[in-house]
């Protein structure tokens, strides 16, 4: 085999391997957030990673010894969230969030991750 062969087959294979390590790093974070009522409207998604958007629905906060309950609500539907974790300091009733888990029908979602969006203290009045 000649020396050029043998630099262009290793220039492959190393860019192969790059683009493979870009992919499996980055790759979970191309998951944008959808909303409550395309999650329920959206058969494909039972069992499937999600990242959802939603208020928390005044009332429906648990704390239980196995985690936390609440609904989140898109204004048209809500949606359970189960979350096992430390809560957001900006968690609180009404407060936008975004959940991040796996979305089982009938049971709502299983966050792995919860992000509590800080209202602006820059919006005008």
């Known amino acids: 085999m000649e020396r050029r062969t043998r630099i262009l087959i290793t220039v492959v294979i ?3 391997l790059l683009g493979y390590l870009v992919y499996s790093t980055v790759g979970g974070s191309f998951l944008y957030y959808r909303t409550v009522s395309e999650v329920k409207m959206d058969e494909s998604l039972h069992g499937k990673p999600v990242r959802v958007i939603g208020k928390v629905v005044k009332d429906s906060f648990e704390e239980k010894e196995s985690g936390y309950r609440f609904k989140i609500s898109d204004g048209k539907e809500e949606i359970l969230v189960l979350y096992k974790g430390i809560l957001p300091s900006t968690f609180k009733e009404d407060a936008e969030v975004i959940a991040e888990g796996i979305y089982e029908r ?4 299983r966050a792995k991750n919860l992000l509590a969006r800080c209202p602006s203290k820059y919006i005008t009045k």
Do not use: A, M, R, S
């Not at 009938?106 to 979602?109: A, E, H, S």
């Open 14 to 16: 190393v860019l192969i």
């Open 106 to 109: 009938g049971v709502g979602i």
